[in-house]
């Protein structure tokens, strides 16, 4: 036992580092980001965006069947060479350039389907995204192997600068929607160039694919969950973009980014540590549960109160951030804003049975989930933009409980310690919401950028008080872990 002392320790401290380079470099660059971002709003039109989110539907679709399953493999691999390395890479390129190709063909047609002849063009251009993909997802996988992430939080940072810089450029340009499709551009290909030049192995691809059963299963699996998971989270702007007007569209799109901000920019990253780490605990699933537990006990005492603080100061956030064109959007995002802690709790499972080698449950609650929220967005659109948040709101619980109940035997976990794990968090969180109810009403009439930065204010030391009676131990904790750099 003393021998595995210093593995497990080493392993720690190697992970907490990756923490710090991750987060720290995504807080950064989610920063230069959504200050060009609001800017970017307040410039173009909600109309913009309703044309943007159509075009979108197909990029990620597309983008999601872009094969990062395969670089995965990668990470999960006892021993990578370069014949190996090169097998994925030649994978990749096929098949992105499969997907480009198939996105310009039929970017017509979709045009057709939504009766807006704009987003053939978009797509078309768009197509261009897929061919940087193989030279970022090989290059990230193995440096995701050592949990080397200093290199790419560098890169991240680069690309994030010039993407930022690309949209209001484009935007004060009075290019308009096509801001939308160029900025992201200018994001991936300095992030592709960045991370070729970081590469600890020269790309080189290998047309060979003798010896690939098992990355190619493992690949084909994650393929597999993300078509299903696609259908999913994009069948509200399907279902919608044939119900609702453009106008009404970009409203309800860009609520739900705002609600998204966490779960969809810092919880993956996180992520992308976590089955590294999942994948060195493989043969100790003790170990992985508590693993599990930790991390969602600390993921959600940092998340739920941005959640409940976005639901109960979204009328003040978005009148001061977006202007008046958007004064319709706060009780989408309150509602929103309510159904995030349900579906970042659902994707922290993700990596941890996909790293223990259980792919088929990511699969099966992909599945669960493209048949549950497809139905809620159908019986919700009928009450237009507040109907699909109030879907959101009533289906992610559910397909949540779903996951759980296929995930945690994989990993180990009681639903005892996964409600332990929880409850500090959403009594915290709870607490914090019910107060700044309160206080708001006593600070309606001061000036809604001043309400704002009272409400921010005061909601964040109620939360901090609270968590210091209740999970004191856990936040000592977190600031010994991070001041240290090593967790036993």
């Known amino acids: 036992m003393a021998s595995e002392a210093p593995a497990i ?37 909600p109309a913009d965006y309703g044309l943007f989110s159509m075009s979108q539907v197909v990029l990620i679709l597309l983008t999601l069947l872009n094969g990062s399953g395969f670089s995965d493999a990668l990470v999960r691999a006892k021993h990578v060479g370069e014949r190996e390395v090169g097998q994925v890479f030649a994978i990749l390129l096929l098949l992105n350039g499969g997907i480009a190709l198939t996105q310009v063909l039929l ?60 949209s209001v450029a484009c935007a004060v340009a009075g290019l308009a929607v096509w801001t939308l499709v160029l900025a992201p551009l200018a994001m991936a290909y300095t992030r592709a160039i960045g991370m070729t030049l970081a590469s600890p192995v020269r790309l080189r691809p290998v047309f060979d694919f003798v010896g690939m059963g098992a990355t190619i299963r493992f690949g084909g699996a994650m393929l597999l969950s993300t078509a299903l998971w696609l259908v999913q989270t994009q069948s509200d702007v399907i279902i919608a973009a044939r ?12 609520a739900l980014f705002l609600a998204q901000i966490v779960s969809s920019k810092f919880v993956p990253p996180l992520n992308e540590v976590a089955f590294t780490a999942y994948a060195r605990l493989q043969g100790d699933r003790a170990e992985a549960a508590w693993a ?23 009328e003040p956030l978005v009148a001061t951030m977006l202007g008046p064109k958007w004064v319709e959007i706060p009780p989408v995002v309150a ?8 579906v970042v709790l659902q994707i922290m499972f993700t990596p941890a049975t996909s790293a ?49 109940s296929l995930a945690m035997p994989v990993i180990g976990i009681s639903v005892a310690a996964l409600a332990r794990a929880i ?23 001061i000036g809604t ?40």
């Open 9 to 45: 320790t080493t392993l720690g401290t190697r992970v907490v580092s990756a923490v710090l380079w991750r987060s720290g470099s995504q807080i950064i660059a989610q920063m230069v980001v959504w200050s060009a971002t609001f800017v970017v709003i307040r410039l173009l039109n």
């Open 107 to 166: 970017a017509p047609s979709i045009a057709d389907y939504y009766d807006q002849p704009l987003i053939a063009k978009l797509l078309a251009v768009q197509a261009l995204l897929y061919l940087a993909n193989p030279f970022i997802l090989v290059p990230v996988a193995l440096l995701g192997r050592t949990l080397d992430f200093r290199r790419q939080a560098q890169v991240n940072l680069l690309s994030a600068l010039a993407g930022a810089l690309a």
């Open 243 to 254: 119900s609702l007007d453009v106008h009404t569209l970009g409203l309800y799109t860009t």
């Open 292 to 314: 599990f537990g930790k991390s969602v006990r600390i993921v959600m005492l940092a998340t739920m109160p941005l959640f409940f603080g976005l639901a109960v100061t979204a």
């Open 335 to 342: 509602r929103l804003a309510l159904a995030m802690p349900f």
């Open 356 to 404: 223990l080698g259980q792919p088929r449950v990511q699969v099966l609650s992909a599945a669960a989930g493209a048949v549950i929220m497809p139905i809620a967005f159908f019986l919700g659109v009928a009450d237009g933009a507040l109907g699909l948040a109030t879907a959101w709101l009533v289906a992610f619980p559910i397909l949540t409980i779903v996951t759980a």
């Open 423 to 445: 409850a500090p968090a959403l009594f915290c969180a709870a607490g914090m919401m019910l107060f700044v109810l309160g206080a708001d009403r006593w600070l309606s009439e």
């Open 449 to 488: 950028p001043l309400r704002l930065i009272a409400l921010i204010g005061l909601g964040g030391l109620v939360y901090a008080g609270m968590v210091m009676v209740v999970a004191r131990s856990t936040v000592l904790e977190i600031l010994r872990l991070f001041v240290r750099r090593a967790v036993a």
